[in-house]
C-alpha cells in the first residue's frame, strides 16, 4: 500500500470526488493560483479551470454565505478555510444558514457541502491562530463534524463529506499536513459517524480525535513500555459521535481518559464523560479524566505554549492517575 | 418618482423634503401602450391587494393569539413585491428577509400555506418549522425569508455563482431592507457579485427605518444605491410605491442580469405603514403620525387603483367585487390554518439531517 501525506490525501479526495461529480466545486482564499495555502490544492485549478477552483477576496463570511447559496441551487460546494481561526467570521454562515435552512425550511432546503481548514495549534503562532473549534462546532444540530487524523481517514472522510447531502465540517491540522501513512490506490470511503479503535489494550480507554489521536498513539507506546496496555478509540467524527465504540472500551477497561486539544469548559471531552457516566457507570473503576489545553489563551512563549498545550506526558500522567498508580 | 412619469402619483410634502431620486442608469420612459394592458393591471391589483387584505387579518390573529413569535408585516411596501416578482420566470430565485408575506404571496405561495405557516400548522409552507419569518418553496424557487439582517446576500451572491456556473439564463433577486447595506456581509456579496459579474439584482426595500432608526442616524450616505459604485455594479432608485416604476427598474435590472450576467442594486424608496413588527406601534417614538399619513397618501395600492380609475381600466363595482373575492381568499385562508394540524411530535426530529449522498440522488 502506498505511503502518502496527509496533504496528499486530501488533495486526492478532492480530485477524485471532482472527476466523479461536476456539481463539486472548490472555494476559498489561495486555492487556484497560490496553489492553497497548504498546498491542499495544488494542481487543481490546472485540472479543473477557474470557475470550479475559485480564489475569493479575504471574506469569509460572504464566500461560505456563496456556498450556501450555490448548494441551495443545486451545486455541492467545498468552502476552504485558510484556519478554522478565519472560519470564526463565517460562523453565522455555518450556523444560521448552512445548519438550519433544511429545518426551518421543512425538509425543501438539503444543504450538501462541505467546509474544512485546519483547526488547532501548530507552532508558536500565539493567540489568534492557535484554537481548537471541535467543541464549537459541534455543538449545533444540523451539521456533522469530522477530526481526521491520519491519511487514511482523512481521504476517507473528505470524500464522504462531499458526497453527503448535509453540510459536512471538515477539521484538519495544521501540523497534519505533513504527516504520512498507508492509503490504498483502489477507491474506499471512510463513513461518517464511526470511531476506529488505533490501539487495541485492557488497562484503559483513551478516548480522543483528530490530531490528539497521534498524541494518544505516542503516549500508548510510551505506556506499553511499562506494560500498561490502552485502548486508543479514535472518534474522527465527533459530530454525530460514535457512543457505542466508546461504551465497548470502556466497558472492557473500566478506566478512560479522555484527551482533546481545544479547552476544558463544555469540550468535547465533557460530553465523551457525559456518555461514560450515563452508559457505563456501573463499569467505572475510577473517575474518567480529562486531558485538554490549559484555560488560557495560546501563549508565544515556546516554554509556555508547551505547558499549555496536551501532550503525550500529560496523558501518561492522567492513565496512571485513573489507575491509582501514582 | 425618478421614473419619468408622474401618472397616477399624488404629491404630499414628505416627498418635498426629499431629494428626488435619481434615475438609474440607462433608464426608459415606459410607454403608454404598456401601462394601458388591462389584464395585467387587474392581475397587479390583485396580487398587492391580497398582501393587503392578508396582512390586515394576520394582524388580527397574532392580536388573538393565533400567531406566536415575531412578526413583521408588509402593508404599504407592496408595489416592490408585486412590481419585482411581476417581471421574473417562473425559474428565477427570489430570496428574501424576515418581512416575507407579501412576497411569498407574490411569487404565488398560496394563502393556505402561507397563513397555516404564521399559525405553526403542519400544512404551512415550511411544514409549521419556520414560521412568519423563514417562508419557503422549493417549486417555486422561493429561497426563504431569512431572520439575521445581512446574512442572506451572499447566498443571493452563491445562486448568482450557481446560475453562471452552469451557464443558465436565471436571475436571482435578493430583496433587503436598507439597514442591511450597513453590515459586513452586504459589502462582501456585493463586491463578489461585481468582480464575478453574477445574475443578481439586489433590491433594497428603502422603507427609511431598520426598526426605529432612521436611514440618516444608520448610513454615512443618504442614496445608499450609491453603495453599488464600491463595487462597480449598475444601480439606480425607484419609487416604490408606484408599481409601474417598480416593474420598469427591475425590466431593466433583471434583462441586464439574464442577457449580461451583471448584477444591479437598486433601491426602492418605500414605507411600511404598520410598526416595525407586532410589537410596536406605527409611530410615536422614532417618527411622526404625521410623517406616516403623508406616506399613506401615497398609498401604492390607492396609486393604482387611481391610475386604473382614471384610465377607465377600474369600475367600483370591480374593484369591490375584486375585494370581496380576495377578503373571501383570505378568510378561507384562515380558515384552512385553523383546521390544520399542528405537526406530530415526530416531526421535532425530522429535517435536521437528511439521510442521502449524492449517490441516492443520481438514481
Not at chain 1, 496527509?6 to 472548490?26: H, N
Not at chain 1, 478516548?207 to 498513539?217: C, D, E, F, N, Y
Not at chain 2, 430565485?93 to 404564521?118: F, K, W
Amino acid at each position: 500500500m502506498p505511503t502518502i501525506t496527509y496533504r496528499d490525501a486530501l488533495s486526492q479526495a478532492l480530485r477524485e470526488e471532482m472527476q466523479r461529480d461536476d456539481r463539486v466545486f472548490l472555494m476559498g482564499e489561495e486555492v487556484a493560483v497560490y496553489q492553497g495555502a497548504y498546498k491542499v490544492s495544488k494542481g487543481l485549478l490546472q485540472e479543473f479551470g477557474e470557475m470550479r477552483v475559485v480564489d475569493t477576496p479575504i471574506t469569509e463570511l460572504g464566500f461560505a454565505g456563496v456556498g450556501v447559496g450555490a448548494a441551495m441551487a443545486g451545486l455541492r460546494p467545498v468552502i476552504e478555510f485558510m484556519t478554522w481561526n478565519f472560519g470564526v467570521l463565517a460562523l453565522d454562515q455555518v450556523l444560521n444558514s448552512a445548519a438550519k435552512m433544511l429545518y426551518m425550511s421543512g425538509g425543501q432546503y438539503p444543504i450538501p457541502m462541505v467546509f474544512r481548514g485546519p483547526n488547532g495549534a501548530a507552532l508558536q503562532l500565539s493567540a489568534q491562530h492557535s484554537q481548537a473549534f471541535e467543541s464549537w462546532l459541534a455543538h449545533m444540530p444540523g451539521v456533522k463534524v469530522v477530526t481526521p487524523g491520519t491519511p487514511y481517514d482523512a481521504k476517507g472522510l473528505l470524500k464522504s463529506a462531499i458526497r453527503d447531502d448535509n453540510p459536512v465540517i471538515v477539521l484538519e491540522g495544521e501540523m497534519l499536513y505533513n504527516t504520512k501513512g498507508e492509503v490504498p490506490d483502489e477507491e474506499y470511503l471512510v463513513p461518517i459517524g464511526k470511531a476506529d479503535l488505533k490501539r487495541e489494550g485492557e488497562h484503559c480507554s483513551i478516548i480522543t480525535s483528530g490530531k490528539m489521536a497521534l498524541v494518544a498513539m505516542q503516549a500508548a507506546d510510551q505506556l506499553a513500555k511499562e506494560d500498561i496496555r490502552v485502548d486508543v478509540v479514535d472518534l474522527r467524527t465527533v459530530r454525530p459521535m460514535d457512543i457505542e465504540a466508546i461504551r465497548t472500551s470502556v466497558e472492557k477497561t473500566n478506566r478512560a481518559v479522555v484527551l482533546e486539544e481545544g479547552w476544558e469548559l463544555a469540550g468535547i471531552g465533557a460530553q465523551v464523560v457525559d456518555y461514560v457516566q450515563r452508559d457505563c457507570f456501573d463499569h467505572l473503576d475510577a473517575p474518567v479524566v480529562r486531558v485538554h489545553q490549559a484555560d488560557v489563551p495560546m501563549p508565544y512563549a515556546k516554554n509556555l505554549e508547551k505547558l499549555a498545550k496536551p501532550d503525550a506526558a500529560k496523558t501518561i500522567a492522567a492513565v496512571k492517575k485513573v489507575m491509582y498508580l501514582e | 418618482m425618478g421614473t419619468g412619469t408622474s401618472r397616477g402619483r399624488v404629491k404630499n410634502s414628505a416627498q418635498k423634503s426629499e431629494r428626488a431620486p435619481r434615475k438609474g442608469r440607462g433608464e426608459r420612459e415606459r410607454s403608454s401602450r404598456d401601462r394601458s394592458a388591462g389584464g395585467d393591471n387587474m392581475a397587479l391589483l390583485r396580487s398587492m391587494l391580497l398582501q393587503r387584505r392578508f396582512e390586515e387579518r394576520t394582524a388580527e390573529a397574532y392580536a388573538l393569539g393565533k400567531i406566536g413569535g415575531f412578526c413583521h408585516l408588509y402593508i404599504g411596501q407592496e408595489a416592490v413585491s408585486t412590481g419585482t416578482i411581476s417581471m421574473l420566470r417562473p425559474d428565477d430565485y427570489v430570496i428574501t428577509t424576515y418581512r416575507d408575506h407579501g412576497q411569498a404571496l407574490a411569487r404565488g405561495i398560496s394563502p393556505r400555506a402561507v397563513m397555516a405557516e404564521l399559525f405553526g400548522r403542519i400544512d404551512g409552507c415550511s411544514r409549521g418549522k419556520g414560521g412568519s419569518m423563514h417562508l419557503f418553496d422549493r417549486n417555486l424557487n422561493f429561497l426563504g425569508g431569512h431572520g439575521i439582517v445581512g446574512a442572506h446576500v451572499p447566498l443571493a451572491t452563491g445562486v448568482g455563482f450557481a446560475i453562471k456556473y452552469r451557464g443558465g439564463d436565471q436571475v436571482c433577486i435578493c430583496f433587503m431592507g436598507e439597514s442591511v447595506v450597513n453590515t459586513g456581509a452586504f459589502h462582501e456579496a456585493l463586491n463578489m457579485a461585481g468582480l464575478w459579474k453574477l445574475p443578481v439584482v439586489y433590491i433594497i426595500e428603502n422603507n427609511r427605518y431598520g426598526m426605529g432608526t432612521a436611514l440618516e442616524r444608520a448610513s454615512a450616505i443618504h442614496d445608499i444605491y450609491e453603495r453599488g459604485a464600491a463595487y462597480n455594479i449598475a444601480r439606480s432608485q425607484c419609487d416604490g410605491q408606484d408599481v409601474f416604476a417598480m416593474q420598469e427598474a427591475v425590466a431593466e435590472a433583471v434583462g441586464r442580469a439574464r442577457k449580461e450576467s451583471l448584477p444591479t442594486l437598486l433601491e426602492a424608496r418605500t414605507y411600511r405603514f404598520m410598526g416595525h413588527s407586532m410589537s410596536d406601534a406605527a409611530s410615536g417614538t422614532y417618527r411622526t403620525k404625521q410623517e406616516l399619513e403623508e406616506w399613506q397618501q401615497r398609498d401604492p395600492i390607492v396609486l393604482l387603483r387611481l391610475m386604473m380609475e382614471k384610465n377607465g381600466e377600474l369600475t367600483e363595482e370591480a374593484l369591490h367585487k375584486l375585494d370581496e373575492e380576495l377578503k373571501a381568499e383570505v378568510q378561507d385562508a384562515i380558515d384552512f390554518a385553523e383546521k390544520s394540524p399542528e405537526p406530530p411530535p415526530e416531526a421535532l426530529f425530522e429535517h435536521v439531517l437528511v439521510d442521502t449522498t449524492s449517490d441516492a440522488r443520481e438514481e
